[in-house]
């Protein structure tokens, strides 16, 4: 992958994150148990994906750091890469725990494996509640009928994905807003040169699994600029 992607028009950015910030008010509300929120963090590590993981490395620390008002964040990391591999952490507490078990996979070539992501993440939910679901990709290569159809039943359990699109695939742009709007979540479209708006809106989404939408406001107030101008819409 390159990475000298062409920059978004700014108000095609910011567009974009509104729509983005429209879908996550209409996601279902969050009731976390025991005060924590549940969140499964996936991302695509297929060698395409190699320049930015270092870069999603760097900004994960902000999920954990966003909810420790709330009562915390756990989650749990799953990738896949290769032909065949695709491995889930345990449930992890603090940021340091997530980051080191990012530094310790490196990118692969192979084809995505995206269903047995969402398929984890149905198992996971039924051992104890999940109560958001992020991925990170580039691509789709799999039936999309099926993806469907599981994103739906992430949907009726109350489980939101959030995908993070990166580059213009259109096959996965179009897979991936489906699984969306199936889920009752949110689709975004990022590039390299938006990492900062990748990080700020990755703690709003841990914000919501660990507090829901009053916490999500919250978090603009303090957080302000983009976020603030893009969550105020939640207040009414």
């Excluded at 499964?40 to 190699?50: C, K």
């Excluded at 989404?205 to 916490?215: D, K, M």
């Amino acid at each position: 992958m390159s990475s000298d992607k062409e920059q978004l028009p700014e108000k095609s950015r910011s567009a974009e994150v509104d729509s983005f910030l429209r879908d996550l008010q209409r996601a279902p509300a969050v009731r976390p148990s025991g005060g924590r929120g549940r969140l499964i963090f996936s991302l695509d590590a297929t060698a395409s994906r190699e320049p930015t993981w270092d870069r999603a490395c760097r900004i994960q620390g902000e999920m954990f750091e966003a909810t420790a008002a709330l009562g915390g964040l756990d989650v749990k990391l799953v990738y896949y890469r290769g032909f065949s591999e695709c491995k889930a952490s345990r449930w992890l507490t603090t940021a340091a725990d997530l980051h080191r078990a990012m530094r310790a996979v490196s990118c692969l070539g192979g084809e995505t494996q995206i269903e047995r992501v969402l398929a984890h993440a149905i198992a996971e939910n039924q051992k104890q509640r999940v109560n958001a679901l992020v991925f990170v990709g580039d691509a789709m290569e799999e039936n999309v009928d099926r993806l469907c159809q599981l994103a739906g039943e992430l949907g009726l359990k109350g489980v939101p994905i959030f995908l993070f699109h990166e580059g213009h695939n259109p096959a996965a742009a179009r897979a991936f807003q489906q699984m969306a709007k199936l889920s009752r979540g949110a689709y975004l479209r990022f590039d390299l040169a938006s990492a900062d708006r990748l990080k700020d809106l990755l703690a709003a989404v841990a914000v919501y699994a660990a507090g829901g939408y009053r916490a999500l406001a919250a978090y603009g107030e303090k957080k302000g600029g983009e976020v603030l101008r893009l969550t105020s819409q939640l207040r009414g």
